[in-house]
């Protein structure tokens, strides 16, 4: 059993940026793949990135590619997602998901590839 809990939301200003956290209880944080999805209003959930159980592989929606940075602290039980160069339609609910998998090219990015998700956290950019 893991339990994901999100934390760095807020407001930010367009072009602005935030640095996401998701820390996970139990000891085997390092033998998930981890993933950040978000949700906008009224629309579906998509996925973000997704970063392998060493932290050596990593992937990312075309959106979020050269502005968004996962990475992971396996010490601190700890994934992160750093935001930069923010826009209005980066707005949503920020939810990151683990994966158990051990395999470092395994970078699961849908959802139905997760086994545990956190409640999520909110960004607004307001332009």
């Known amino acids: 059993q893991v339990q994901l809990v999100e934390s760095g939301g807020g407001l930010v200003q367009a072009e602005g940026s935030l640095r996401l956290s998701c820390a996970a209880s139990?000891?085997?944080?390092?033998?998930?793949?981890m993933g950040w999805f978000r949700q906008a209003p009224g629309k579906e959930r998509e996925f973000v990135a997704a970063?392998?159980?060493?932290?050596?592989?990593?992937y990312y929606t075309a959106s979020a590619k050269g502005r968004f940075t996962v990475s992971r602290d396996n010490a601190r039980n700890t994934v992160y997602l750093q935001m930069i160069s923010l826009k209005p339609e980066d707005t949503a609910v920020y939810y990151c998901?683990?994966?158990?998998?051990?395999?470092?090219?395994?970078?699961?990015?849908?959802?139905?590839?997760?086994?545990?998700w956190g409640q999520g956290t909110q960004v607004t950019v307001s332009s």
């Open positions: 139990g000891r085997t944080f390092s033998s998930y793949a």
């Open positions: 998901a683990a994966k158990y998998s051990t395999y470092s090219t395994y970078l699961p990015h849908m959802e139905y590839e997760y086994d545990y």
């Open positions: 970063i392998s159980w060493s932290g050596g592989n990593t």
